[in-house]
């Protein structure tokens, strides 16, 4: 195979890169995902996208990796745990290869991001790397020796969905006080609406110069929660380095307050763990899908 093709199903907007051997990025796109239309319209909206990438090598021979949100089951092969509530319960391998008339390799995209970064970005120098993406939700990866750990339940970095106060926020996923309801973008803003009554971004909120004092409070206990989750990682798998990647990953707090809070909860008098940025950018799912490709 001469080239490497990955695609990057998100909430919002699906991506798609073309690669070659040397990973050098040949070509990018993106169009809407538009979820509330429906699965269908999400297979149409791939199927568009794949096309124009394959179009882009003049649909010389390539191999196509996705990464997607949720991960399937490996005993139903159906999806699960995806925040893009409509692809739950799908066949979705089988019904993008129908759709595409192509065999694929499918994967979480937060472990995408994690077999990126610990490939050719922020992670290349580590052996052991745990990735965290904090963007709509909060999901991870772990990646050892360049090679994914997925788990024999396929949970493995699913860091989003551990619980750290059992009378927290509901979550979709069914349970309570998960680190999502409270790190990801999607959990800051219901807690910014419930606390302030403002519908400010979490982007803007978390890049704001000054706070008042109930602000101040809200923006303490986002610090505080982050250290707690993240030295939970440390303390059960003691990663090379931590990268974070996701919308959120942009706020400086994170690497200098939010770091000091992990560091606090480390069970540990000599906190080490590089905390840092991924360097990829928004280019590292995809990039991630274009590696696991078959």
């Given amino acids: 195979m001469t080239y490497r093709v990955g695609i990057d199903l998100g909430g919002t907007k699906i991506e798609s890169a073309?690669?070659?051997?040397?990973?050098?990025?040949?070509?990018?796109?993106?169009?809407a995902t538009q979820?509330?239309?429906?699965?269908?319209?999400?297979?149409?909206?791939?199927?568009?996208i794949y096309n124009m990438a394959s179009e882009s090598i003049k649909n010389e021979s390539h191999t196509l990796g996705i990464a997607a949100p949720g991960s399937l089951s490996k005993k139903t092969?159906?999806?699960?745990?995806?925040?893009?509530?409509?692809l739950n319960g799908l066949p979705l391998k089988l019904k993008i290869e129908e759709k595409l008339g192509k065999k694929i390799a499918i994967e979480n995209d937060a472990n995408c991001f994690s077999l990126a970064e610990a490939s050719l970005g922020a992670g290349k120098e580590y052996s052991c790397v745990f990735g965290i993406i904090m963007g709509t939700g909060c999901g991870g990866g772990f990646?050892?020796?360049?090679?994914?750990?997925?788990?024999?339940?396929?949970?493995?970095?699913?860091?989003?969905?551990?619980?750290?106060?059992?009378s927290g926020p509901d979550c979709y996923c069914k349970k309570k006080g998960c680190i999502e309801t409270y790190i990801s973008g999607s959990g800051l803003e219901k807690i910014i609406s419930k606390e302030l009554g403002d519908k400010t971004s979490s982007a803007d909120f978390l890049n704001k110069?000054?706070?008042?004092?109930?602000?101040?409070?809200?923006?303490n206990n986002f610090y505080r929660y982050f250290g707690i989750a993240v030295s939970n990682v440390i303390n059960v798998i003691d990663p090379d380095v931590i990268i974070i990647g996701g919308g959120l990953s942009?706020?400086?707090?994170?690497y200098s307050k939010g770091k000091r809070e992990v560091y606090k909860n480390i069970f540990s008098n000599e906190q080490s763990t590089p905390i840092i940025k991924n360097i990829l950018g928004d280019s590292a799912g995809v990039i991630g899908a274009a590696i696991i490709g078959i």
């Fill in 250 to 254: 942009n706020h400086d707090g994170l």
């Fill in 209 to 219: 110069d000054n706070f008042n004092e109930k602000e101040q409070r809200v923006i």
């Fill in 143 to 166: 990646v050892f020796n360049k090679k994914l750990r997925t788990g024999p339940q396929h949970l493995s970095g699913e860091w989003g969905h551990s619980t750290i106060d059992l």
């Fill in 35 to 48: 979820s509330h239309l429906g699965p269908e319209h999400i297979l149409n909206q791939i199927d568009n």
């Fill in 18 to 31: 073309v690669l070659d051997l040397d990973n050098n990025v040949l070509f990018r796109e993106r169009v």
């Fill in 77 to 86: 092969q159906l999806l699960r745990n995806s925040n893009t509530l409509c």
